[in-house]
């Protein structure tokens, strides 16, 4: 399994970004897919998660109202749609898979697979 995220850059304070996840292989729609993100100095931390079909989602406290995951199991790929960013936002995002089945995990440690990450720096 191979994740590759894009869709980082530069903005400003309060506007919008839309990451996207591209991953190989034909298990993609059987397991949960999950964001976290990781800020100079700081560990790495769950930003959002998503279940295999798309029905249930689970963010963190600091993203949720302004953060929206989603998925298109047809292309493979995970999206998290980011409004209204601010300053603490600016960290290297990464797309992971879980090792496990039928979870939407929050822990770092629950996930196998990682993408080699996106920079996103929000500009106050």
């Known amino acids: 399994v191979q994740l590759q995220a894009s869709g980082g850059g530069l903005v400003q304070t309060g506007d919008s970004l839309r990451l996207s996840c591209a991953a190989s292989?034909?298990?993609?729609?059987?397991?949960?897919m999950g964001w976290f993100r990781q800020a100079p100095g700081n560990e790495r931390e769950f930003v959002a998660a998503?279940?295999?079909?798309?029905?249930?989602?689970s963010y963190a406290d600091s993203v949720k109202g302004r953060f929206t995951i989603s998925r298109d199991n047809a292309k493979n790929t995970v999206y998290l749609q980011m409004n209204s960013l601010k300053p603490e936002d600016t960290a290297i995002y990464y797309c992971?898979?879980?090792?496990?089945?039928?979870?939407?995990?929050?822990?770092?440690?629950?996930?196998?697979?990682w993408g080699r990450g996106t920079q996103v720096t929000v500009s106050s």
């Open positions: 292989g034909r298990t993609f729609s059987s397991y949960a």
């Open positions: 992971a898979r879980p090792y496990g089945l039928g979870s939407i995990p929050e822990s770092k440690y629950e996930y196998d697979y």
């Open positions: 998503i279940n295999w079909s798309g029905s249930s989602t």
